[in-house]
């Protein structure tokens, strides 16, 4: 059984409506899917004029350069050009935060987290149907998934056991038909593969003290913002 705890700060996308959460859980319409979100979980959404464009943000989202946007300023500009999905992409290389972005550009919609990965994305695609959630507990809440070959060899390691902080490299699942989004990387819902969508050049080359500051700069309004 899923204690509230568990499911704390937790979110998933489903095709059908999901029963057995509770009333600690939001609930709105993503195109013809459903997202549930626990209330201490921070949501925002837009949609352009035209209706041809929705986004849905999950979490915080910062602009370093511009700090005193909001979640909401940051996604309506994201969109208000209706970009393509590449130069969609492009935007975010200059953001931050711990956020999943949920995102309709007409008939095809995808996800995207944040660049470290903070918030986790774990998806699920059922003969077409796509599941979307935070972890693979919120999952099985929508729909069956099968443990994989590793998830017992994992749930009784001593690793797991010893250290509180226990995690599973990016990319990879304790279950067959799950699979997790790697940071950098966005994922078209129904497609078979996840696309990379940064770096998508060459990167330059930076002395380490003009990098430095750089990097400072950054940190110190990503925690004023």
Known sequence: MNSLLSLRRQFILSPSVVT??????????????????HK????????????TY???LVGFIINPGKIEKSDREIISELIEDKPSIDDFSKKLNNLTGR?????????KSYVFNDPCG?????????DGEIYIGSSTEIIKLACNIKKGKN??????????ERDLEHWIPSGLSLYDDV??????HYLE??????????????????????AAQKSAKLIENSIIS
């Open 189 to 210: 819902f129904n497609a078979a593969s996840q696309k990379r969508y940064w770096p998508n050049r060459e990167l330059e080359s930076m002395d380490a003290k003009k």
């Open 20 to 37: 057995g959460l509770t009333e600690h859980f939001s609930a709105e319409k993503f195109g013809d899917h459903h997202l549930y979100t």
């Open 40 to 51: 201490e979980l921070k949501t925002h959404s837009v949609d352009n004029d035209d209706n």
């Open 151 to 160: 998830h017992s060899s994992y749930i009784e390691s001593s690793y797991m």
């Open 54 to 56: 929705s986004i849905i």
């Open 118 to 126: 903070l918030r986790s994305v774990n998806y699920k695609n059922n």
């Open 179 to 184: 699979e997790h989004l790697v940071p950098n």
């Open 99 to 107: 956020f999943v972005i949920f995102l309709k550009i007409k008939d």
